[in-house]
C-alpha cells in the first residue's frame, strides 16, 4: 500500500481544513486508515481512525467534536475534516494503514505503510 496525502495548508484560527489520503494497492479495502500528527518538537500523536467498513472511528480527545474522519472504498481514499482548527492543531499530518486484524488503532508501531504527511498550519 502506498499512500498520498494533501490538503495541508496555512489557515486562521476558527477554519477548516479537509485532508485527504489516497491509497494504491487493493488491500486498502481491508486496511483500517489512520490519521496521526507530529508538532515541531513533539511526538508522533494519535488523531483519529477508520475501520475497514467505516463501522467504526475513533478519536483524540483534543480533537474529538472538531474532526471527523471517513473514508470511500471505491475511490481508495481516507479523508480528515477538520472543522473549529486551533493553532495547537498545527503539525505535520500523516495518513497511515494497518492490515493488523484486529487492529489496533491508536498504536502507531501498528501501523506498517505512511504517507509522506500534509503540513497544517493554524495561526492565531
Known amino acids: 500500500v502506498q499512500l498520498q496525502a494533501s490538503g495541508g495548508g496555512l489557515v486562521q484560527a476558527g477554519d477548516s481544513l479537509m485532508l485527504s489520503c489516497v491509497a494504491s494497492?487493493?488491500?486498502?479495502?481491508?486496511?483500517?486508515m489512520g490519521w496521526f500528527r507530529q508538532a515541531p518538537g513533539k511526538q508522533r500523536e494519535f488523531v483519529s481512525a477508520i475501520s475497514w467498513s467505516s463501522g467504526n472511528t475513533y478519536y483524540a480527545d483534543s480533537v474529538k467534536g472538531r474532526f471527523t474522519i471517513s473514508r470511500d472504498n471505491a475511490k481508495n481514499t481516507v479523508y480528515l475534516q477538520m472543522n473549529s482548527l486551533k493553532p495547537e492543531d498545527t503539525a505535520v499530518y500523516y495518513c497511515?494503514?494497518?492490515?493488523?486484524?484486529?487492529?489496533?488503532?491508536?498504536?502507531?508501531?501498528?501501523?506498517?505503510?505512511w504517507g509522506q504527511g500534509t503540513l497544517v498550519t493554524v495561526s492565531s
Open positions: 497511515a494503514a494497518q492490515l493488523r486484524f484486529p487492529p489496533s488503532y491508536y498504536n502507531a508501531l501498528e501501523y506498517a505503510y
Open positions: 494497492g487493493r488491500t486498502f479495502r481491508s486496511s483500517a
